[in-house]
């Protein structure tokens, strides 16, 4: 599976877990804009080329891209920006005080430079945690609820289930339908798990044609 995340020592758990955690580029971007108000215009460069990877992100959304066509977006024009980034960052890891705001920033970018740029080659990776915080929000928001899920293994469990609930969303997916029909597929023996996963997840057609006339119950 596939992860987003800062940089802290806590999102190391989702590597180590297995799973292939990308970074925040918003974040990153963050710390050049720091740099900037404190007022080092150098950050100027690399905020530009940070605005180009934005400014595909949101042509591909525009444009309602699936995934196969977020992939290809991705590599004919963000990753030449990449390229151009990386380049920008080393120039500068050598010509900036290490201390400086600017100095800081762009060692973070280095140090997370492989998170940074995974979203290249997974299009279900997004560019920033800045969609998913806002996804997320409603629950952080009805936070107090948390604290009578009863016991720890309930509290994972409620947390897979949202995290599905968001993922489906995301890819278009009705949360609902799917629960049924996957847990319809566990129940008659179904094992590979992995193609129930929402990014491998194939309708079933009989599924559907049970959910239209709404003779089953919900969920």
Not at 65 to 84: K, Y
Request: some cysteine; aromatic content about 6%.
């Amino acid at each position: 599976g596939s992860a987003m995340g800062d940089g802290s020592a806590t999102n190391n758990l989702i590597e180590r877990a297995g799973a292939s955690r990308g970074g925040c580029n918003a974040h990153a971007r963050r710390k050049l804009v720091e740099a900037l108000r404190l007022g080092d215009a150098r950050a100027t460069a690399g905020l530009e080329l940070f605005a180009k990877l934005f400014h595909v992100e949101a042509e591909a959304k525009r444009a309602g891209d699936s995934l196969a066509q977020r992939l290809q977006r991705r590599q004919q024009h963000s990753a030449p920006v990449v390229a151009e980034l990386e380049r920008w960052v080393q120039d500068r890891l050598e010509d900036v005080e290490p201390k400086s705001s600017l100095g800081r920033a762009v060692r973070y970018i280095r140090k997370q430079w492989k998170r940074l740029t995974r979203f290249l080659n997974d299009p279900l990776m997004e560019l920033s945690n800045n969609e998913v915080e806002r996804d997320l929000r409603t629950w952080v928001l009805d936070r107090k609820t948390w604290l009578f899920v009863g016991h720890d293994d309930s509290a994972r469990r409620a947390a897979a289930a949202l995290t599905i609930i968001t993922t489906c969303n995301k890819l278009g997916i009705d949360p609902r339908a799917y629960m049924r029909d996957t847990l319809r597929r566990i129940l008659d023996g179904e094992k590979n798990l992995a193609a129930l996963l929402p990014q491998n997840y194939k309708p079933n057609p009989d599924a559907q044609r049970s959910d239209s006339t709404g003779t089953q119950c919900a969920a």
